[in-house]
């Protein structure tokens, strides 16, 4: 993908704007007409790049899954493994909603309401994805059990589930309700959670390596 | 709403057929013309009963209201005000979605992804319903304080924030990865937490009045 030849601009161009549009209008409502309106190019020369519409949704997927891995995954690998990245992936992840510049808030929540009733690769590519950071949640607290940083009776699926829940509801609240404060509530719940999960040890762990900058970027 | 003449009859009908078809392909997926086609029906027939088509969406959620109220109100009434009558509504809501024959899941968790970012009436409507419900909740656990049933630190507000996340989070977690286990997550999870936040006397409370046939139907 290091390539910047004048049809991978293009590509990457169609990309952005339909990304635009389906937060706003969901996956479904890209039509290549309007796309190509927008951008100044004919039709023929849009299927050009996407031979498909459903080419296109699977190239916005895949750009998402993209900003997610930027915005959440370096500042796992600088944490300790165990409940201090667990907590630190949950915070950006929890950050990377809040602030993202979508009108439709978190593209996979969107995405996820809007297809799991549509069966076809785009729907399987979406869970896919999802299940991908359910289960590195899960994987991460379960080494943090394995660290004894968590209590003996710790079930890191249920603790997963939990946390996991907590950023969706904000990212609803935010995105129904305009609720302001549905962040810092997500943020309160999943400290609490893993602080009342964990082990003297795990604790110590929880607040050692928090970086402020996370929170506050 | 008690009458029952033809053209209520008729009336009921659409909206009975809108109601699926919008838990599957969305309220903006409701077309006059394939309602009118799949009832058999002129489409002038059928707009005689709807103006427009926001105003079917609008009929669309008030059927959702209606039924929402019906399977989870009762359970209720019948309970004791506070921690009690907290965790029947709650169940009864997890089983009402858990077990919703609407191919989509809980209507209004597909409506609000749907609709959040579409200004208009149909948002608004979406917004007040389930804001209304979300208020129902934090008002159920203020009382359940203000009766002694919950430590003197907790906060309502939070309180219903977590067990609301964990239901929503359970239709999303069925609904993309068909996870059984998911609703029975969401109700550990809601037991645990107001297990948690409650005093002793909370604690009898919760035990108490927690009828069985209300989780096993």
Chains 1, 2 share one sequence.
Not at 62 to 73: P, S, W
Not at 123 to 139: C, F, M, N, P, Q
Not at 177 to 186: T, Y
Request: charged share 25%; glycine share 6%.
């Amino acid at each position: 993908m290091k390539s910047t030849s004048k049809g991978d601009k293009t590509r990457h161009g169609i990309v952005s704007l339909a990304a635009d549009v389906a937060t706003a209008r969901g996956l479904e409502g890209l039509t290549v007409g309007d796309l190509a309106k927008s951008l100044r190019m004919s039709k023929s020369g849009l299927f050009a790049h996407f031979g498909s519409k459903e080419e296109l949704q699977l190239a916005v997927i895949e750009r998402a899954r993209e900003q997610f891995e930027q915005h959440i995954l370096p500042a796992g690998v600088q944490a300790e493994p165990g409940l201090s990245r667990l907590l630190v992936l949950l915070i950006a992840w929890s950050d990377h909603i809040e602030h993202t510049p979508h009108r439709g808030g978190c593209f996979f929540a969107a995405a996820s309401a809007e297809f799991d009733d549509r069966p076809g690769p785009v729907r399987d590519e979406i869970a896919r994805l999802t299940s991908l950071w359910v289960d590195r949640l899960i994987r991460e607290a379960a080494t943090a059990k394995s660290l004894g940083q968590l209590r003996p009776r710790a079930d890191p699926r249920q603790i997963a589930f939990e946390v996991h829940a907590f950023v969706q509801e904000a990212n609803w609240a935010k995105q129904l309700h305009s609720d302001q404060h549905a962040f810092k509530r997500a943020r309160r719940a999943i400290r609490a959670c893993l602080h009342r999960e964990a082990t003297a040890r795990g604790r110590r762990s929880l607040y050692v390596h928090q970086p402020k900058r996370i929170e506050n970027p």
